[in-house]
């Protein structure tokens, strides 16, 4: 079992910046990531990254959000930049082991006018 534990939500306005953190119990994956799912919306992926790959965005974040690795910390960040009202949401970091699939616990994500 991997425990992830979540933090770095809150409120921002339009065009502000957030990072949210990942802390993983262990450091041994297949892949991370972060999806986020809005009120009344699916659950969509935001940034992802396989072992010795390069981190892969959805359309609507590319070139606002970066996802980065701290090997030694074990933790991960999704560093959101250009904050859109459109990014309001639950974010959740996830970790895959093999064939096991992990979750955080999620944080919440408010983007004000």
């Known amino acids: 079992q991997v425990q992830l534990v979540e933090s770095g939500g809150g409120l921002v306005q339009a065009g502000g910046s957030l990072r949210l953190s990942c802390e993983a119990s262990?450091?041994?994956?297949?892949?991370m990531g972060w999806y986020r799912q809005a009120a009344g919306r699916q659950r969509e992926m935001v940034a992802r990254?396989?072992?010795?790959?390069?981190?892969n965005y959805t359309d609507s974040v590319k070139g606002r959000f970066t996802l980065s690795i701290d090997n030694a910390k074990n933790t991960f960040y999704l560093q959101m930049n250009s904050l859109a009202l459109e990014d309001t949401a639950v974010y959740y970091c996830?970790?895959?082991?093999?064939?096991?699939?992990?979750w955080g616990q999620g944080t919440q994500v408010t983007v004000s006018s």
């Open positions: 996830n970790f895959v082991r093999g064939w096991n699939n992990y």
């Open positions: 990254i396989t072992r010795g790959g390069s981190p």
């Open positions: 262990t450091f041994s994956f297949s892949s």
